[in-house]
C-alpha cells in the first residue's frame, strides 16, 4: 500500500497574515481588546491560502492548514472569528501561553521567538505520519528564516542533535525551551520534506541576508509575488493567482512589476508564466509581460504537466552556514537592527 501523503501549509499569524503592530507598548495592551473586525488582513493573504487548499485537495493530498502564533490564547475567539470571515478554513491553531510564563518567573521566555516557535513546529510534526510534504510561511520581522530553515533541515536528520543544541545556546534561547526541544528531538519524526520557506519582507532588509538561507526559501514584498512562486511550483492553480491578484488590491502596472520581480530574483522563469499572464492581461488586471522565447515556452508547458502529476517536491538544497546565520537572526540581534533602523531594498 501507498504512504498516505498529506500536504502541509504552516502560517505565522501577525506580520505575516495579520497587520500588527508591535512597536509600542499601547498597540500591545490593545490587542486583547481587539474584535474581528478591527483586525486587518494583509491583502492577498486569505486567497492565498483559499486557493492552496483548493489546489491540493483537487490533487487528491490530505491538505492541513495551521497558524503558529505569539500571541496569547486570551485573543483565541478574535482570531478565529478573522479568519472565518475571511474564509479560510483551518485545521489548527496554536498560542504562546504567555500567562504561565509570567506565573512561573519565566519573564525571559515572553519574547523568545526562535525556541518558542521551533518547539511548537517540532510538536506539530510528531502529530503527522506516512509521507508529509510541508511549505512555512513567515516574515523577516524577528527570527522565522532562521527558525524555519532550521526545523527543516532537523526533521530531514539533516544537522544532528548536539548541533542543533549548540546553536540554539548560540541564539541566548531560553533554557525552558532549551530543555523541552532536546527532549522533542529524540522523538521519531515522519517522512517529512520541507518543501519551501516563504518569507514576506517586513523590514526592507537586503536581500542578500535571506538568500543565504539558499534556494528553499522564497522571499517575496507582496502576495501577488508570492502567488507568482507558488503557480510555478504547481501548487496554486491560475484562478488561485487571479483571485489573489484582485484582493491584492494592486495596478495593473505593480502586477506586471511583480512578475518582473519574480523573475529578476530568479524564483520563476519568464516563459513559465506566459499562460498566466495572458489570462491576467486578458482580465485586464496586468499589463502585458514579456513571453520570452516559444520554444521555452513549449518546454515549460511540459514539465509543469509532469510537475502536476507528481508528488509534491523540490530538490534538496544545500545546507545554510547557521554558525554565521545565528549571528544575525538571534533576539538581540534582531533587537539591534531595530535600534539601529531598517535596512533600504536590494
Known sequence: MAARRTVVFRWDLDKTYLVSNFESLRSLVKVPFERARDKVTIPGAAPVIRGLRRSSEARGFPTYVH????SPPQIGSAIKEKLSL?????DGITFKDQVTHIVKGRFDALREQIGYKLSRLLRAALEHDGEV????????????????????????????????????????????Y???????????????????????R??????????????RLTWFDN??????????????????????????????????????AVIARGHVPREGLASLVRRLESEGISIPVSLGSPLKRAGQLVRRAWRLRRPVGSSEPGLPDYDSLVAGWSRQAIKESSASGSKGHA
Open 133 to 176: 510534504y510541508e511549505l512555512l510561511f513567515g516574515d523577516d520581522w524577528e527570527s522565522d528564516p532562521f527558525v524555519y530553515s532550521l526545523y527543516a533541515d532537523v526533521v530531514a536528520r539533516r544537522i544532528d542533535v548536539e548541533t542543533t543544541m549548540d546553536l540554539l545556546r548560540s541564539a541566548h534561547v531560553n533554557p525552558h
Open 223 to 260: 502576495y501577488v509575488e508570492c502567488a507568482l512562486r507558488l503557480y510555478h511550483m504547481t501548487l496554486l492553480d491560475e484562478e488561485g493567482v487571479v483571485e489573489v491578484v484582485r484582493e491584492a488590491g494592486l495596478s495593473a502596472k505593480d502586477v506586471h512589476d511583480a512578475c518582473e
Open 202 to 215: 517586513q523590514r526592507k532588509r537586503d536581500s542578500g541576508d535571506l538568500s543565504q538561507f539558499g534556494t
Open 86 to 90: 475571511d474564509g479560510v478554513i483551518y
Open 178 to 200: 532549551l530543555r523541552t526541544i532536546e527532549r522533542l528531538l529524540a522523538e521519531p519524526f515522519p517522512q517529512m520534506k520541507v518543501v519551501g520557506v516563504f518569507v514576506l
Open 67 to 70: 497558524f503558529l502564533t505569539a
